[in-house]
């Protein structure tokens, strides 16, 4: 079991930055891959960003590219996602996740675990 505990969310500006932490605990695998992804009200999860631990395969959505970049500290079994120039359409529950490679790792379904979410709200 991994268990997974996001931290960072909260209101800000447009144009300002948050930093999101994605703390991982239990029996982690230093190959899988780990993802951010984001829901808004009556959406279904949205693709944000994974990489590997070793950071050697890292993709970003294309509304996120430029301005997010997803980074690990292994010593720490942490992930982060730094959120540059956010704009309220970056609005969303952020939810951090786990799981092995995949050709899909873009998707929900490729992800065994799942931290709880963490809101973030950039006002106009």
């Known amino acids: 079991q991994v268990q997974l505990a996001e931290s960072g969310g909260g209101l800000v500006q447009t144009g300002g930055s948050l930093r999101l932490s994605c703390a991982a605990s239990?029996?982690?695998?230093?190959?899988?891959?780990i993802g951010w992804f984001r829901r808004t009200p009556g959406k279904e999860r949205e693709f944000v960003a994974y990489t590997s631990w070793s950071g050697s395969s890292t993709v970003y959505a294309d509304s996120v590219r430029g301005r997010f970049t997803i980074s690990t500290d292994n010593a720490k079994n942490t992930m982060y996602l730094q959120m540059n120039s956010l704009k309220p359409e970056d609005t969303a529950v952020y939810y951090c996740a786990y799981g092995p490679p995949s050709p899909a790792a873009t998707m929900t379904g490729s992800y065994n675990y799942w931290g709880q979410g963490t809101q973030v709200t950039v006002s106009s």
């Open positions: 239990g029996r982690t695998i230093s190959w899988y891959y």
